[in-house]
């Protein structure tokens, strides 16, 4: 069974950083795409980011210059790099397995003052 495990989360003041991870177990890490996700309350799951085998991004309009995916295949784990953060960021964020039912459980990010 692929396993996926978010971790990094926390509370963070408006215009701080967080990075997140994504460890994958049980899977060719190397070879599948991967995409975070968030969900803020109240609000359907959305596309944050993704990343293909090869490396090549994409990210949702309202990331762009603020975060930055990454993968280390040596380490089955993919990173997201968030910068200057907003409430609105405010959200759990989950990693999953392009175009697969794998999902991790989530880490909740929460930007306040």
């Known amino acids: 069974q692929v396993q996926l495990v978010e971790s990094g989360g926390g509370l963070v003041q408006p215009g701080g950083s967080l990075r997140l991870s994504c460890v994958a177990s049980?899977?060719?890490?190397?070879?599948?795409?991967m995409d975070w996700y968030r969900q803020a309350p109240g609000k359907q799951r959305e596309l944050v980011a993704g990343?293909?085998?090869?490396?090549?991004?994409n990210y949702a309009d309202s990331m762009k210059g603020r975060f930055t995916i990454s993968r280390d295949n040596a380490k089955n784990t993919v990173y997201l790099q968030m910068n200057s953060l907003k409430p609105e960021d405010t959200a759990v964020y989950y990693c999953?397995?392009?175009?697969?039912?794998?999902w991790g459980k989530g880490t909740l990010v929460t930007v306040s003052s």
């Open positions: 999953n397995v392009r175009l697969s039912s794998y």
């Open positions: 049980k899977i060719t890490f190397s070879i599948v795409a």
């Open positions: 990343i293909t085998n090869s490396g090549r991004t």
